[in-house]
């Protein structure tokens, strides 16, 4: 299967920058996108920001100009550069990618979070 490793997070002040980054690991056969999914609490989960195999991004309202995907084919990696944080920004962020396990259809896999909390 497909194994999503998830690193960075932590908390910051209003105002201040953090960076997370996923790799995707185990019996990966293609990847079609990767991104970030986040869920506050009393919240449904949202989407942050995707970015495709060929680098075409996708970011929520919320989020645009504030935040950057970026990602490294080679390493089957995806990073997510937060700035101007603010305390709406606080929850868990999740890392997916949409892509082919080896011998498997089409199919979303999920990292299992990471806390980022913003203080104001």
């Known amino acids: 299967q497909v194994q999503l490793v998830e690193s960075g997070g932590g908390l910051v002040q209003a105002g201040g920058s953090l960076g997370l980054s996923c790799a995707a690991t185990?019996?990966?056969?293609?990847?079609?996108?990767m991104g970030w999914h986040r869920q506050a609490p009393g919240k449904q989960r949202e989407l942050v920001a995707s970015?495709?195999?060929?680098?075409?991004?996708t970011y929520s309202d919320s989020i645009k100009g504030r935040f950057t995907i970026s990602k490294d084919n080679t390493k089957n990696t995806v990073y997510l550069q937060m700035t101007e944080l603010q305390p709406e920004d606080t929850a868990v962020y999740y890392c997916y990618t949409d892509g082919w396990a080896i011998g498997k259809p089409r199919d979303d896999y999920w990292g299992q979070g990471t806390q980022v909390t913003v203080s104001s």
């Open positions: 970015i495709t195999f060929s680098g075409v991004t």
């Open positions: 185990g019996r990966i056969f293609a990847i079609h996108a």
